[in-house]
């Protein structure tokens, strides 16, 4: 941060990250029993699993994608989310993307995992992040 911005109140957002909880129940019945175990830690029949959710990643439109790149902006988003999970546990992170190609692309070169269409919202696709302990 630019102290001297911030004393003149001069300062831009170049990204921005939200992170919530998040429950979710998994409906596709492709997700196979060993990533239930997975995800849920114990129980390879689990439907219902609490996560991490981001729900917004952004990257302000006068910053290049070279000066910050997504997979950076992403990786900030996690390391906050790994903070939080030393303290209260928890192994998913959860992303909402649109059924899009590239965005699938993106969040699969980062170790996400496509499980299913999203139950309330159309045209959206649910995508899981395992963390190790």
Same mark, same amino acid.
């Given at each position: 941060?630019?102290?001297?911005? /911030? +004393?003149?109140?001069?300062?831009? %957002?170049?990204?921005?990250? *939200?992170? =919530?909880? #998040?429950?979710?129940?998994?409906?596709? #019945?492709?997700?196979?029993?060993? /990533?239930?175990?997975?995800?849920?830690?114990?129980?390879?029949?689990? $439907?219902?699993?609490? =996560?991490?959710?981001? !729900? +917004?990643? !952004?990257?302000? &439109? *006068?910053?290049?994608?070279?000066?910050?790149? !997504?997979? &950076?902006?992403?990786?900030?988003?996690?390391?906050? %989310?790994?903070?939080?999970? #030393?303290?209260?546990? !928890?192994?998913?992170?959860?992303?909402?993307?649109?059924?899009? &190609?590239?965005?699938?692309?993106?969040?699969?070169?980062? &170790?996400?995992?496509? %499980? +299913?269409?999203? =139950?309330?919202? =159309?045209?959206?696709? +649910?995508?899981?992040?395992?963390? *190790? $302990?």
């Amino acid at each position: 941060m630019d102290f001297e911005k /911030l +004393q003149k109140r001069n300062l831009s %957002i170049l990204a921005y990250f *939200t992170l =919530s909880l #998040k429950s979710f129940k998994v409906h596709n #019945k492709k997700v196979t029993s060993t /990533l239930r175990k997975k995800m849920d830690g114990f129980n390879k029949k689990a $439907i219902k699993f609490e =996560s991490f959710l981001i !729900g +917004q990643l !952004g990257r302000n &439109d *006068t910053i290049k994608s070279s000066e910050l790149p !997504g997979k &950076d902006l992403l990786n900030m988003a996690i390391s906050f %989310i790994s903070r939080a999970q #030393k303290i209260v546990g !928890g192994r998913i992170v959860l992303i909402d993307c649109e059924n899009n &190609d590239k965005l699938i692309k993106f969040y699969e070169e980062n &170790d996400f995992i496509l %499980i +299913q269409e999203h =139950s309330e919202k =159309s045209n959206f696709v +649910q995508m899981i992040r395992v963390l *190790t $302990i």
